[in-house]
């Protein structure tokens, strides 16, 4: 039976969104869940992936998001890559940019209706940088800045990188903006998980072999469009790693270790940790069981979800009086 919970019954919460590129489309489950069981965050804070799936739930889209991820396909997935070397980063962005625009138009942060901030890093000084006020979209943008493969963003006079550089999982954000008690999705825990495929030589997480997979499946018979860098970038040999598969796998290790060490001295009141250690962190063509995990996980701490806002419900009636 799902459980609706009155406002005044309970505390002030915050949702933490972490990073973890295609992993993050785990975040629409665990939003939904949550929702379905009448827990309904009052502040939300998204790195990278985290900020993007935040903001488009905030901005009302999140739906179209789902219908849009649930559609990807691989080739889809490059199509909206802009692959250049320069400027600091492989991919432009500008494609991803325009396709959020289109579905969610000219958005501040500040008319989202409840508190919000995306997470980035100064290039320079390496400061955790909170965005939360000004284009929701390009603070997104700004947030999910992978060093070496999106352009950093300017702003401020500032260079702008991935937030997952400083705080993957930022549950130390969403107290700082008022929440009383903090749900964090940790899209990075599941380091046991990372298996192979089957018959694969190498971890799925090493990457995929973009032209292999194409001629052998249903994209093979659609005119190829695929430039030639994604070509190199995404090409592997049977038995060794790709080189953007390297790229992607090594800023995972770099997520897994902060997010311990984050977590270590800022625990959440309840973690959930999707089990995605199968999922390559590009792997955004397979949306279906990536958000799948994320209602499940939700599911899988119900019991402590409740047991937390009923003790910081009381903790919080015993303050007022």
Same mark, same amino acid.
């Given at each position: 039976?799902?459980?609706?919970?009155?406002?005044?019954?309970?505390?002030?919460?915050?949702?933490?969104?972490?990073? =973890?590129?295609?992993?993050?489309?785990?975040?629409?489950?665990?939003?939904?869940?949550?929702?379905?069981? +009448?827990?309904?965050?009052?502040?939300?804070?998204?790195?990278?992936?985290?900020?993007?799936?935040?903001? $488009?739930?905030?901005?009302?889209?999140?739906?179209?998001?789902?219908?849009?991820?649930?559609?990807?396909?691989?080739?889809?997935?490059?199509?909206?890559?802009?692959?250049?070397?320069?400027? #600091?980063?492989? @991919?432009?962005? %500008?494609?991803?940019?325009?396709?959020?625009?289109?579905?969610?138009?000219?958005?501040?942060?500040?008319?989202?209706?409840?508190?919000?901030?995306? $997470?980035?890093?100064?290039?320079?000084? #390496?400061? /955790?940088?909170?965005?939360?006020? +000004?284009?929701?979209?390009?603070?997104?943008?700004?947030?999910?800045?992978?060093?070496?493969?999106?352009?950093?963003?300017?702003?401020?006079?500032?260079?702008? $990188?991935?937030?997952?550089?400083?705080?993957? $999982?930022?549950?130390?954000?969403?107290?700082?903006?008022?929440?009383?008690?903090?749900?964090?999705?940790?899209?990075?825990?599941?380091?046991? =998980?990372?298996?192979?495929?089957?018959?694969?030589?190498?971890?799925?997480?090493? +990457?995929?072999?973009?032209?292999?997979?194409?001629?052998?499946?249903? /994209?093979?018979?659609?005119?190829?469009?695929?430039?030639?860098?994604?070509?190199?970038?995404?090409?592997? /040999?049977?038995?060794?790693?790709?080189?953007?598969?390297?790229?992607?796998?090594?800023? +995972?290790?770099?997520?897994?270790?902060?997010? %311990?060490?984050?977590?270590? =001295? /800022?625990?959440?009141?309840?973690?959930?940790?999707?089990?995605?250690?199968?999922?390559?962190?590009?792997?955004?063509?397979?949306?279906?069981?990536?958000?799948?995990? =994320?209602?499940?996980?939700?599911?899988?701490?119900?019991?402590?979800?409740?047991?937390? @806002?009923?003790?910081?419900?009381?903790?919080?009636?015993?303050?007022?009086?």
């Amino acid at each position: 039976m799902v459980q609706v919970l009155h406002p005044q019954s309970r505390p002030r919460i915050g949702l933490a969104l972490g990073s =973890g590129v295609a992993r993050g489309w785990a975040h629409l489950g665990a939003i939904r869940a949550l929702s379905r069981h +009448g827990i309904e965050p009052d502040v939300i804070v998204g790195t990278s992936i985290g900020a993007v799936v935040g903001g $488009v739930h905030l901005a009302g889209k999140a739906d179209a998001l789902e219908a849009w991820a649930r559609a990807l396909t691989k080739v889809r997935m490059i199509s909206y890559m802009d692959f250049r070397v320069r400027n #600091g980063g492989m @991919i432009g962005g %500008r494609h991803l940019v325009d396709a959020l625009r289109e579905n969610i138009g000219e958005l501040r942060i500040e008319d989202l209706g409840i508190p919000f901030a995306a $997470v980035a890093t100064d290039l320079v000084t #390496g400061h /955790e940088v909170w965005l939360r006020e +000004g284009d929701l979209i390009d603070a997104m943008r700004t947030s999910f800045s992978l060093p070496g493969v999106f352009e950093p963003m300017e702003h401020d006079n500032r260079w702008l $990188v991935d937030g997952a550089l400083v705080n993957p $999982v930022p549950v130390s954000v969403c107290r700082a903006l008022g929440a009383q008690m903090t749900i964090a999705v940790n899209l990075n825990a599941d380091i046991i =998980g990372k298996e192979r495929r089957a018959g694969a030589p190498v971890p799925t997480v090493a +990457g995929f072999d973009l032209l292999n997979e194409l001629q052998q499946g249903e /994209e093979s018979s659609k005119p190829s469009r695929i430039g030639t860098l994604a070509r190199r970038l995404f090409r592997r /040999e049977p038995t060794h790693p790709s080189m953007f598969g390297v790229m992607i796998s090594s800023l +995972g290790i770099v997520q897994d270790r902060i997010s %311990r060490s984050r977590l270590a =001295g /800022e625990p959440p009141d309840v973690h959930i940790t999707p089990r995605l250690g199968n999922i390559g962190l590009f792997e955004f063509d397979r949306a279906d069981e990536i958000i799948a995990e =994320g209602e499940a996980a939700v599911e899988r701490v119900l019991p402590d979800l409740h047991d937390a @806002i009923s003790i910081f419900g009381q903790d919080m009636h015993v303050g007022d009086n």
